[in-house]
Nanobody, 124 residues
Framework: QVQLVESGGGTVQAGGSLRLACTASGRTFSRTAMGWFRQAPGKEREFVAVINWSSGTTYLKDSVKGRFTFSRDNAKNTVYLQMNSLRPEDTAVYYC?????????????????WGQGTQVTVSS
């Protein structure tokens, strides 16, 4: 099994910044994709930023491009999401996820493991 622990959420004013981190651990760990999804009240979970682990190719949701930066530290089995210029519409619970199989990696349905989520609240 894989365990995922997220950190870095909080409450900020619009225009502020937060840095999320997710560390993965487990007896065995193989991954095809890893990244971040978010879910706001009354909405479905949506893709934010994901990475093809082998190739390093990243995908960002259009609305966060230019504001969010997705990165990883292979040695630490950790991914980060640097969120700048935050907007109220970014408010959501952010979930870290790992997929052990291939597919269209920005689709939440391919992910096998999920963290508990970390709340991000952006006030106006």
């Amino acid at each position: 099994q894989v365990q995922l622990v997220e950190s870095g959420g909080g409450t900020v004013q619009a225009g502020g910044s937060l840095r999320l981190a997710c560390t993965a651990s487990g007896r065995t760990f193989s991954r095809t994709a890893m990244g971040w999804f978010r879910q706001a009240p009354g909405k479905e979970r949506e893709f934010v930023a994901v990475i093809n682990w082998s190739s390093g190719t990243t995908y960002l949701k259009d609305s966060v491009k230019g504001r969010f930066t997705f990165s990883r530290d292979n040695a630490k089995n950790t991914v980060y999401l640097q969120m700048n210029s935050l907007r109220p519409e970014d408010t959501a619970v952010y979930y870290c996820a790992v997929s052990r199989r291939g597919g269209t990696i920005y689709l939440s349905t391919i992910y096998d493991y999920w963290g508990q989520g970390t709340q991000v609240t952006v006030s106006s």
